[in-house]
């Protein structure tokens, strides 16, 4: 069963800070990488994705990806109080099937 | 626009009773999830389904049927609930890396 592991649990940065946010994955032969972001009662929203090994920047978003560490992170620069919410991590093993991290609370401080 | 979406919204179920919870998508997806989330868990998987008529058992099957009877409904049963089950509920639908999420259901199990 695929295994994946979030750090840390809680977080809380002061405006303007950069966030940045962990996850580790068992399964080496995964072909999807993702990180979700939830605010309080709505539904878990994508907010970026990689395949491949190396980074992706999407505005004040970058999304590391080393698959021989089975590592990868999410990082939010000058980080602002509406990112405030639950992020997670997920990948797909390669079977059309999302494995969740239990996810980290971000709280940005104004 | 494409969306998922769930009922009903909100649950109060007796103990020993059965709910059934629907889900309805637009997306054209073939495959469909149902996840649970509770505080501490992330998301994780109660079952899925490639396409009409097909079902799987996910990561968290014990008590809980599924039901696929089109591409575009995916319901999950309870046939004995219990308050172990009490918890939100989402929907999901996803191909090729694209997954939309219904709104959540919240069931809670008296």
């Known amino acids: 069963q695929q295994k994946v592991q979030q750090s840390p649990e809680s977080l809380i940065v002061p405006e303007g800070a950069m966030t940045s946010l962990n996850c580790t994955f068992s399964?080496?032969?995964?072909?999807?990488f993702a990180w979700y972001r939830q605010h309080s009662g709505k539904a878990p929203k994508a907010l970026m994705s990689?395949?491949?090994?190396g980074e992706k920047e999407e505005g004040r978003f970058t999304i590391h990806l080393n698959k021989a560490s089975l590592h990868f992170s999410l990082h939010i620069r000058d980080s602002q109080p509406s990112d405030s919410a639950l992020y997670l991590c997920a990948n797909d093993s390669g079977y059309n099937k999302l494995t969740f991290g239990k996810g980290t609370v971000l709280l940005v401080s104004p | 626009e494409a969306a998922v979406t769930q009922s009903p919204r909100n649950k109060v179920a007796v103990t020993g009773g059965k709910v059934t919870l629907s889900c309805n998508q637009t997306?054209?997806?073939?495959?469909m999830y149902w996840y649970r989330q509770d505080t501490g868990h992330g998301l994780r998987l109660i079952h899925y389904?490639?396409?009409?008529?097909?079902?799987e058992k996910g990561d968290i099957p014990d008590g809980y049927k599924a039901s696929r009877p089109s591409q575009e409904n995916f319901s999950l049963i309870l046939e004995l609930a219990t308050p172990s089950q009490t918890s939100v509920y989402f929907c999901?639908?996803?191909?090729?890396?694209?997954?939309?999420f219904g709104s959540g259901t919240r069931l809670l199990v008296i």
């Open positions: 999901a639908s996803g191909d090729n890396s694209d997954y939309t």
């Open positions: 997306n054209n997806h073939n495959n």
């Open positions: 990689i395949f491949s090994n």
């Open positions: 389904s490639y396409g009409a008529g097909s079902t």
């Open positions: 399964d080496s032969a995964s072909q999807y």
